[in-house]
């Protein structure tokens, strides 16, 4: 089983900072797009950050402007920078990495999720 690894959660302060970092098996890296997700209790896991092979960004409309993500291909690891942090912002925060080997075909890979709380 192929198995992402998430570091970099804590708690923090609101306003703070924390950046979360992702590493993954460089065959799958190279040719995944990769993507943070949340989920916090009682509610749905949701998309928070996507980045291309080619570095293409994408962000959930709540994070937009805080939070950066970033892929270092020479490392194999994928960063979520996350400034300005707020209480709504604690969750558990999954890498999540799509190899799509052909068009139609795709294969997705999970961290076990590091946990983010953010106090007031």
């Known amino acids: 089983q192929v198995q992402l690894e998430e570091s970099g959660g804590g708690l923090v302060q609101a306003g703070g900072s924390l950046r979360l970092s992702c590493a993954a098996p460089?065959?799958?890296?190279?040719?995944?797009?990769m993507a943070w997700y949340r989920q916090a209790p009682g509610k749905q896991r949701e998309l928070v950050a996507r980045?291309?092979?080619?570095?293409?960004?994408n962000y959930a409309d709540s994070v937009k402007g805080r939070f950066t993500i970033s892929r270092d291909n020479a490392k194999n690891t994928v960063y979520l920078q996350m400034n300005s942090l707020k209480p709504e912002d604690t969750a558990v925060y999954y890498c999540?990495?799509?190899?799509?080997?052909?068009?139609?075909?795709?294969?997705?890979?999970w961290g076990q999720g590091t946990q983010v709380t953010v106090s007031s």
């Open positions: 999540n990495a799509v190899w799509m080997p052909a068009i139609g075909s795709r294969t997705d890979y």
């Open positions: 460089g065959s799958i890296f190279s040719i995944s797009a």
């Open positions: 980045i291309s092979i080619g570095g293409t960004t």
